[in-house]
């Protein structure tokens, strides 16, 4: 009779209870996945409506930069004089110029909209603010 009392636990526990603790890991697991993946969506960085907004800022950086080096008078070398333009992606920004001479050195800046000046541009100065524009030298 012991025998039968003994298979009859056995048997028990391969029938009840063991599916019944596995069905409880497995709840665990479940809650635990469900937790983890509510607090990785509470942290990630953008959003849908976020992307657009910082594409648009992305867009609006200063990012587009080029620099000609030159000698701006025949009896100076070392292309010390040199014209830096730097733009965002819709051509709005700055061109930087400075003509350096023996006895002094004289910086400009000229406003940028549309990928033009109301100010004239010197080769130089166009040459920069259209290699910034393209990423060409």
């Known amino acids: 009779m012991f ?3 003994v298979a009859e636990v056995v048997v028990l526990l391969v029938l009840v209870v063991l599916p019944i603790a596995a069905l409880v890991a497995l709840v665990v697991l479940v809650l635990r996945l469900r ?3 509510k607090h990785l969506e509470r942290q990630r960085p953008v959003g849908a409506g976020d992307l657009a907004a910082l594409r648009a800022d992305i867009g609006q950086a200063l990012r587009h930069v080029a620099v000609v080096r030159y000698d701006a008078f025949g009896d100076m070398g070392g292309r010390l004089s040199f014209s830096a333009a730097i733009v965002d992606d819709r051509g709005d920004g700055v061109v930087l110029s400075s003509i350096h001479a023996r006895g002094e050195s004289r910086t ?6 549309g990928g033009g000046s109301d100010a004239t541009l010197t080769p130089e100065e166009q040459q920069a603010l259209s290699a910034a524009r393209t990423g060409k030298n």
């Open 3 to 5: 025998a039968s009392s």
């Open 35 to 37: 937790t983890r993946v």
């Open 108 to 113: 400009y800046a000229k406003g940028i909209t």
